[in-house]
């Protein structure tokens, strides 16, 4: 390794970059689950209420009449009821919430300006700091911007963490998507923590059709394992991380034992064994894919720093160390399996045939 450094390099580099890939995917998985909480759990609410036939990554295509909003906030220890109507704004990564501003202000605690204030106008939006920074350009208060096929002008820039990071009126938003008197979620604070259960036990037997949690049972879904698409996309990222790690190191030592056709025939000559020719192969491969591993977490933190600079709003990255471990797994068994045949071929060799080679 160290006396043909290029190719230790270039090696290393092969077997990083798929560690990356594994790395900035668990990142992302991670970052983007941590910052769906964040966002849930900054409403301030204790309770949600899902239109009719949703699941917690699909609010569907049913609205809930927002009649029922004050229908719930009549209901004992409930402190307040607010509705919230969803707007895709062209990809899934991408949504505007229509809000009550001063119902969700006195629910959450307050929209935390960076920029600005509050809407000044029907048509004014409010961004949040990373929505408003993965624009091109850069937006800030005042600028207009293109959603939903018209023009908005930027009220305000808000601090990340609560429910979304585009806020539009309610009405304003109702009107353009033809959903008057209808909003998708309800969330519900009540006056004591202590009495989440009983009232949910109410509110089930009110809304039998909606599907009705806690806050901390709505964000705890929010897992790696309850998104399947995410896992078995992942599963596959693992794949081709392995095959990719054991074509580069099979390539590299192959290469490795035909550059030493007769140092393996001077050892063997010397009487060494079929085991340690093929150890010292296998010690290189596994050394190659410990300094890819290695290169591969710093190259992690890389990538961290450029989703974080360009595309923070859509993706949210995050470091998980716990597939450090799993992700040196997946290099060593690369390299282990792409060193095998190349050292066995090695093993193999005719000593006076070797030290014939030219």
């Known amino acids: 390794m160290k006396h043909r450094p290029l190719r230790t390099f270039l090696s290393t580099l092969l077997i990083g970059i798929p560690v990356t890939l594994v790395l900035t995917l668990s990142g992302l998985s991670k970052g983007m689950m941590e910052d769906a909480t964040r966002r849930y759990r900054g409403v301030g609410a204790d309770i949600v209420i899902r239109p009719k036939g949703s699941n917690f990554l699909s609010l569907g295509s049913a609205n809930t009449d927002e009649r029922i909003v004050r229908v719930v906030e009549k209901q004992p220890h409930v402190r307040q009821a607010l509705g919230i109507l969803i707007q895709n704004l062209g990809n899934p990564l991408s949504t505007a919430a229509g809000v009550n501003l001063d119902e969700f202000n006195k629910m959450s605690g307050g929209l935390e300006y960076l920029e600005g204030g509050p809407f000044g106008g029907p048509d004014d939006v409010i961004l949040d700091e990373y929505y408003a920074q993965e624009r091109r350009p850069k937006v800030h208060v005042g600028d207009e911007i293109e959603l939903l ?3 908005w002008r930027v009220a305000g820039i808000v601090k990340p963490g609560k429910l979304n990071r585009v806020f539009i009126d309610l009405r304003r938003l109702q009107e353009l998507t033809s959903n008057t008197g209808k909003v998708h979620i309800i969330y519900v604070k009540v006056d004591d923590p202590k009495n989440t259960n009983a009232v949910m036990e109410e509110l089930k037997k009110l809304l039998p059709d909606y599907p009705i949690t806690s806050m901390d049972e709505f964000t705890a879904l929010f897992t790696y394992n309850n998104i399947p698409a995410l896992s078995r996309f992942t599963n596959v990222m693992v794949g081709i991380a392995i095959i990719i790690g054991f074509a580069v ?8 034992v035909l550059q030493r056709t007769r140092e393996i025939g001077i050892l063997k000559s010397l009487g060494a064994s079929r085991w340690y020719v093929i150890s010292i192969i ?12 290695a290169l591969g977490i710093l190259m992690s933190y890389g990538t961290k720093y ?4 360009f ?5 949210p990255p995050a470091v998980d160390p716990a597939w450090w471990p799993v ?6 068994f690369g390299a282990v399996l792409g060193a095998l045949y190349p050292g066995l071929r090695a093993a193999a ?7 014939s080679y030219e």
């Open 311 to 315: 595309v923070p709003a859509s993706f």
């Open 327 to 332: 992700a040196a797994a997946i290099a060593l």
């Open 349 to 355: 060799m005719d000593p006076i045939e070797a030290l």
């Open 306 to 309: 450029l989703l974080q600079r």
């Open 249 to 256: 190191v099979c390539l590299s030592m192959y290469m490795a």
């Open 282 to 293: 296998l010690r290189e491969a596994v050394l190659l894919a410990l300094v890819g591993t």
């Open 149 to 151: 096929n018209r023009k």
